[in-house]
C-alpha cells in the first residue's frame, strides 16, 4: 500500500494518476451501504477534497455490483424510528451532501447492480458512467420504503415528474444502456470498456481549469432552484470571481499560442 492508496474496512481509495478512485468493496452484500461504509465513504472523499493533486473523484463499485442500497439486515437491527433516521439516514446525507458539494468534477462509474440508496449515491456526482448491462433501479416501492436522502428531487430533475414516478412507483429495473436513452446516464459503454471510459475522462477533465469546474458545479447545483434572473446574477458573480484567477488568461493566451492551457491550483 502506498500513501497514495488507502485501504479501508468497506473501500479502497487509489490515487490514479490526476484521478482518486474510491471502489466499494463488499461484493457478498452488493456493496450495501452500512454504517461502516458511510464513515470510510466520507473519510475517502475528505481525502480527496484535501489532497490538491487530485483533479477528479471516481466512485465505483467490486465483481456485479455498483452499490444495492441500504444494508438492509442493518436496517432490520434499528427499532425506532429516529434510531433510523439519526443513526443511519442523516450520516448517509451528510455523506452525500460531501460529494455534492466536493468542489472537483465527481463520476459515478456503475459497474453492475445499482438499486435504491445506490442510485441515490450516483444522483449527487456530476456525471454518470454505466454499463450497458449495469442493473438500475429506485427499488424503494418493492421494500415498503421513501428515497429518504434526496432520490426523488434528483430523479424529478433529471427525468420530469411523469418519469420519475414511474420509477419510483414500481421500483423497476432498467439497464445503463436504456437510462442513458433517458438521459439519467450520461455514457452507457460495455461492460469491459466501462473503467478505460471513465479513465479517459478524468484525463479530460484534469486538463481544464479546477476553479472554472468548481464554479460551473455551483452554477448548475445552485442554479436548478432559481429563477433565471437569480441564477444569472449567481453565474455573474461566479463568473466576476472567476476572472481574477487569472484560468481565463491562461486560457486565451493558450489558444492565441496553439498550446494546451496549464491551470495552476487556483485558476
Not at 421494500?143 to 428531487?153: D, E, H, K, Q, V
Not at 439519467?184 to 469491459?192: E, G, H, K, S, T
Not at 479513465?199 to 433565471?228: E, I
Request: with cysteine; net charge negative; proline share 5%.
Amino acid at each position: 500500500m502506498t500513501a497514495q492508496e488507502h485501504q479501508f474496512q468497506t473501500l479502497r481509495y487509489e490515487r490514479r494518476g490526476r484521478g482518486a478512485w474510491i471502489v466499494l468493496t463488499r461484493p457478498k452484500q452488493r456493496n450495501a451501504l452500512s454504517p461502516q461504509l458511510i464513515d470510510d465513504l466520507g473519510q475517502s472523499v475528505e481525502l480527496a477534497r484535501k489532497d490538491t493533486d487530485v483533479r477528479v473523484l471516481v466512485i465505483t463499485g467490486t465483481e456485479d455490483a455498483f452499490c444495492a442500497g441500504a444494508d438492509l439486515k442493518h436496517l432490520r437491527t434499528l427499532t425506532t424510528p429516529a434510531e433510523i433516521v439519526n443513526g443511519f439516514l442523516r450520516p448517509l446525507t451528510n455523506v452525500l451532501a460531501a460529494i455534492r458539494d466536493l468542489p472537483k468534477p465527481v463520476i459515478a462509474a456503475i459497474n453492475g447492480h445499482c438499486v435504491a440508496g445506490g442510485i441515490e449515491m450516483a444522483l449527487c456526482c456530476d456525471l454518470i458512467v454505466a454499463a450497458d448491462d449495469a442493473r438500475i433501479a429506485d427499488g424503494h416501492a418493492r421494500f415498503g420504503l421513501l428515497p429518504a436522502i434526496g432520490g426523488a428531487n434528483l430523479l424529478t430533475r433529471a427525468l420530469g415528474p411523469h418519469k420519475a414516478k414511474e420509477l419510483l412507483f414500481t421500483g423497476d429495473t432498467y439497464t445503463g444502456a436504456q437510462l442513458a436513452e433517458l438521459n439519467l446516464v450520461n455514457r452507457a459503454v460495455p461492460a469491459d470498456e466501462l473503467e478505460p471510459t471513465v479513465t479517459d475522462l478524468v484525463t479530460t477533465l484534469a486538463t481544464r481549469s479546477p476553479s472554472g469546474l468548481a464554479r460551473m458545479k455551483q452554477m448548475v447545483n445552485d442554479g436548478t432552484s432559481l429563477s433565471w434572473q437569480l441564477a444569472a446574477a449567481l453565474e455573474l458573480s461566479l463568473t466576476e470571481a472567476h476572472l481574477a484567477t487569472g484560468a481565463s488568461a491562461e486560457g486565451l493566451a493558450a489558444f492565441v499560442e496553439r498550446r494546451p492551457p496549464q491551470f495552476g491550483l487556483n485558476q
